[in-house]
C-alpha cells in the first residue's frame, strides 16, 4: 500500500571551521583534519510514495543541476542495490545554496536521501556497512549523515564526536558566485612536508575557542585565492571592518564566513558586503551542533 505523505526535510549545509592537510597519500587523495558543524540553513528535500520513481530539481540554484546525473540518483541506486528492490519515490530538490561553494551541499543531499529512505522503507544497515556505503558516495557524506559536530579524520572517513557543544553564534554566509572545483583546488595544493596539527582547543571556553580556531586555518584558501581573488578581498574586509569572532572559507571554496558575537554586529557585517560587492550571494544564519 502507498503512503500519499509528503515529508520534507533539510539538506543542512556545512561549515569547515578550520581544514589542515596532513599528507598526501600514494593514490593521489589527502588525508586531512578538520573541525566541521552545520547551519540552520540548506537545501530542502521532500518525498512521496509513488507508484514509479520521479525525481524534480526547483529553487534559486536549480538551473544548472542536472536532473540524470546527480548524488541523489547514485544515492537512490545504492539503497536498492543494498535492500534489493525497487524504491518508488517522488523526490524534489529545491537548491538553495550555490552549487560547487564548499558547503557540501551534494553530500547533504544524498546523506538526507539516504536517512529518509532508510526510515522510511524500514531499511536496516548494520554500521560498519552503512559507513562504507555512505563513504563510496563521497568524502562528506558520512558527517552529513550523522549531522553532529565533530572533528574530521583521514579522507573524511575518521569521525570524532565532540563531548560538548561548540558556541551557536550567529553566522554571515557569502558566495561570489564562482564554482569551484574541488578536484581542481586538491591539485593545486603543494605539500612541502607533512603537516602537523599542534596547538589544542579548549572546546569549554568560548574566547579561548575562538582563539584556537584563530590560530588555525583552511589549507585550501590560499589555492582558491589563486583562482578566485575575490575570495581574499571578502575574508579581508570581514577581518578588518566587522566585529566577526573567526572568518575563514568553508570547505574548498568559494563560500567564506564570518561568526559574531551577535545580531547586531551579523546585520552590520551585511550591510557592509552587500555595500562593497555586487554580484555576490548573503545569508544570515547560525551554527546548529546537531540537526
Not at 560587492?277 to 546548529?288: G, H, L, N, Q
Given at each position: 500500500?502507498?503512503?500519499?505523505?509528503?515529508?520534507?526535510?533539510?539538506?543542512?549545509?556545512?561549515?569547515?571551521?578550520?581544514?589542515?592537510?596532513?599528507?598526501?597519500?600514494?593514490?593521489?587523495?589527502?588525508?586531512?583534519?578538520?573541525?566541521?558543524?552545520?547551519?540552520?540553513?540548506?537545501?530542502?528535500?521532500?518525498?512521496?510514495?509513488?507508484?514509479?520513481?520521479?525525481?524534480?530539481?526547483?529553487?534559486?540554484?536549480?538551473?544548472?543541476?542536472?536532473?540524470?546525473?546527480?548524488?541523489?540518483?547514485?544515492?537512490?541506486?545504492?539503497?536498492?542495490?543494498?535492500?534489493?528492490?525497487?524504491?518508488?519515490?517522488?523526490?524534489?530538490?529545491?537548491?538553495?545554496?550555490?552549487?560547487?561553494?564548499?558547503?557540501?551541499?551534494?553530500?547533504?543531499?544524498?546523506?538526507?536521501?539516504?536517512?529518509?529512505?532508510?526510515?522510511?522503507?524500514?531499511?536496516?544497515?548494520?554500521?560498519?556497512?552503512?559507513?562504507?556505503?555512505?563513504?563510496?558516495?563521497?568524502?562528506?557524506?558520512?558527517?552529513?549523515?550523522?549531522?553532529k559536530t565533530a572533528i574530521v579524520?583521514?579522507?573524511?572517513?575518521?569521525?570524532?564526536?565532540?563531548?560538548?557543544?561548540?558556541?551557536?553564534?550567529?553566522?554571515?554566509?557569502?558566495?561570489?558566485?564562482?564554482?569551484?572545483?574541488?578536484?581542481?583546488?586538491?591539485?593545486?595544493?603543494?605539500?612541502?612536508?607533512?603537516?602537523?596539527?599542534?596547538?589544542?582547543?579548549?572546546?569549554?571556553?568560548?574566547?579561548?575557542f575562538f582563539e584556537g580556531l584563530?590560530?588555525?586555518?583552511?589549507?585550501?584558501?590560499?589555492?582558491?585565492?589563486?583562482?578566485?581573488?575575490?575570495?581574499?578581498?571578502?575574508?579581508?574586509?570581514?577581518?578588518?571592518?566587522?566585529?566577526?569572532?573567526?572568518?575563514?572559507?568553508?570547505?574548498?571554496?568559494?563560500?567564506?564566513?564570518?561568526?559574531?558575537?551577535?545580531?547586531s554586529d551579523l546585520n552590520k557585517?551585511?550591510?557592509?558586503?552587500?555595500?562593497?560587492?555586487?554580484?555576490?550571494?548573503?545569508?544570515?544564519?547560525?551554527?546548529?551542533?546537531?540537526?
Open positions: 500500500m502507498i503512503k500519499n505523505d509528503l515529508k520534507s526535510y533539510i539538506s543542512p549545509l556545512k561549515l569547515n571551521l578550520y581544514l589542515h592537510l596532513i599528507n598526501k597519500t600514494c593514490d593521489g587523495y589527502h588525508n586531512l583534519e578538520s573541525l566541521m558543524t552545520f547551519c540552520d540553513y540548506g537545501d530542502f528535500i521532500s518525498i512521496k510514495e509513488e507508484k514509479d520513481f520521479s525525481f524534480t530539481i526547483d529553487g534559486p540554484f536549480a538551473k544548472n543541476l542536472s536532473k540524470t546525473e546527480n548524488i541523489i540518483l547514485d544515492a537512490v541506486k545504492l539503497l536498492e542495490e543494498y535492500a534489493k528492490f525497487k524504491i518508488n519515490v517522488h523526490i524534489k530538490l529545491t537548491k538553495n545554496i550555490p552549487i560547487a561553494s564548499g558547503m557540501g551541499g551534494g553530500s547533504s543531499n544524498a546523506a538526507t536521501v539516504i536517512h529518509c529512505l532508510k526510515d522510511l522503507f524500514k531499511i536496516s544497515i548494520e554500521k560498519n556497512t552503512l559507513d562504507s556505503l555512505l563513504f563510496s558516495l563521497g568524502a562528506d557524506v558520512p558527517f552529513c549523515f550523522f549531522r579524520k583521514g579522507k573524511g572517513e575518521n569521525i570524532e564526536f565532540l563531548s560538548s557543544k561548540i558556541p551557536e553564534l550567529p553566522v554571515l554566509l557569502i558566495n561570489p558566485l564562482i564554482e569551484i572545483s574541488t578536484k581542481k583546488i586538491f591539485e593545486g595544493v603543494r605539500l612541502s612536508s607533512q603537516n602537523r596539527v599542534d596547538n589544542d582547543i579548549d572546546f569549554f571556553n568560548s574566547d579561548l584563530n590560530n588555525r586555518n583552511n589549507d585550501l584558501e590560499c589555492v582558491a585565492e589563486r583562482i578566485c581573488p575575490t575570495i581574499k578581498e571578502i575574508t579581508s574586509l570581514l577581518k578588518t571592518e566587522t566585529n566577526s569572532k573567526l572568518v575563514r572559507m568553508t570547505g574548498s571554496g568559494a563560500t567564506c564566513f564570518g561568526i559574531f558575537n551577535n545580531l557585517a551585511d550591510i557592509l558586503i552587500n555595500s562593497v560587492f555586487k554580484e555576490i550571494w548573503t545569508k544570515k544564519t547560525k551554527i546548529i551542533n546537531k540537526i
